[in-house]
């Protein structure tokens, strides 16, 4: 998860690339799809001309380079969120432009080109290359106090795991960057309450923050375990090696 971390803290939506990924990268990429799938959300990588020809949304130019985020039907949004953003920041590990795409691809193409079981859809669509020039880092983002209700001060006297987790999930990306969530602190966990739906991308976008406290906290040597509780998903201390 170290690689991930820095990975987090480096990572920007990339719009416009210099070209897509060669034979040999996609082949690399397509290990870590495998690698990363389960068995309810599974990554296609791909290439397709045309992929990024969207209706709406702004585009995507110079890679047709693509990793589709497929699920089975059921609740799943933050295991897709999650299993997405792992493939995201592992993407930006190995050097490679991403950007989540829940509107900004041909559909129409997508549905036909990538081969789907019955009970099979497309989330999302991540675009994939190499940069022009590698993104400076400009975020806006939700304050500390906005995400968690505490002022600096409270927020300081936090243990080292919280911080870490909750200024790493700060950084979580989210459609139409709503960061539709907001972070309660307990006694040895965190809760995450999912404010919106975001369009339908609330729950997604959520599982993508929880894979961001989850990195957060291993940064400062604390793991633990998502659970659902009263319909939110609360992450708890199981193991920390910290001092
Ligand atoms: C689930 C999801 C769907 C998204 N869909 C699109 C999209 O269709 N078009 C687009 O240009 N950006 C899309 N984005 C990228 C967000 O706009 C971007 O992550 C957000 O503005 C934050 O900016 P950053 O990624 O540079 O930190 C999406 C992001 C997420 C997480």
Redesign the pocket.
Known sequence: MGKWYEAAKK???V?KYSDGASRDEILELKDVANYLSTDEVRIVVGKKDGIFNALI??TISGTDTFAAVISREGDNDYMVGSVGEAFVLECTAMGYGT??????YNKALANSFIRLDDDEKIR?LISVGHYVIEPAHK?TRKTIYNLTGLEDHAFRQLPDWQKCAIECGRLA?????AQPWEFDVLNDSLQVACVSKNFG?GG??CG?AMLHLEIGAAHCGVYGDWQIEDRLPLFTVNYRSES
């Not at 950007?99 to 900004?104: D, I, Y």
């Not at 990306?173 to 960057?177: E, F, G, Q, T, V």
């Open positions: 990572r920007v939506s719009r949304g702004k950007c989540w795409l829940g509107l900004s999302c975020r990306p989210s459609a139409r960057n991308y997604i976008d993508i």
